[in-house]
């Protein structure tokens, strides 16, 4: 899952960036509104973390923006902000903010709060199961008739990409965005060594990742199984 977090607390944004990394989530984070507006011009992002207060542009107009442009499904925003008034929690969510969590703030609540807002926009089951690998969407843990799997952040984006399209296949373009945020240093084909390793890790799984080629990788139970 690749995430965008929008705060110009340098602090606070490190605090949260870290903790959310350590869940597993792919993050890139921004101090600036219109920085963030032409990042949400150009990616697309499962979730965005926003704050109101922002230099650049406001966060509210960011977020007007956003939603005006958007068509299909749109990309659930957690508003993030000091801004604790009645009147500007309903003005965010007029603009069509999905939830609204005050500073100061709990991390674990966020967490939760964040894992609740992609489930329900990826309108994902509490578990997911195919062939014999069991997937649960509220812990993010991947396990093997009971035995977990350990995966790594960027091999745990990988799989939660594919499994939210089975049996449909993911351009290697578009898994590499859900891998690597901006500052990575890497190319598309990069993508490739994580899924060779995810696919080592699956193996008895009853689950394969089929390459299609022009096409992308395809997440499917193996044949025989």
Known sequence: MRLLLVEDHAELAE????????????????????????????????????????????????????????????TPVLVLTARGSTEDRVRGLNLGADDYLPKPFDLAELEARIKALLRRSGNLAPTVRIGRLEFDTTTR?????????????????????????????????????????????ARVEAIEIYVSRLRKKLEGSGVAINTLRGLGYLLAEAAGT
């Not at 949400?40 to 442009?69: K, M």
């Not at 296949?169 to 240093?185: I, M, N, T």
């Open 15 to 74: 605090w949260v960036a870290k903790a959310l990394r350590h869940a597993g989530y792919v993050l890139d984070v921004l101090e600036r509104g219109d920085h963030a507006e032409l990042a949400l011009r150009t990616q697309r992002y499962d979730l965005v973390i926003l704050d109101l207060s922002l230099p650049g542009l406001d966060g509210l107009e960011v977020l007007r923006r956003l939603r005006a442009r958007e068509q299909g499904a749109p």
């Open 141 to 185: 843990l991947a396990s093997v008739e009971g035995r977990p799997l350990a995966l790594t952040p960027r091999e745990l984006a990988v799989l939660e990409a594919l499994l939210s399209r089975i049996g449909r296949p993911v351009a290697r373009e578009a898994l590499f965005e859900k891998v690597f945020d901006f500052d990575a240093d």
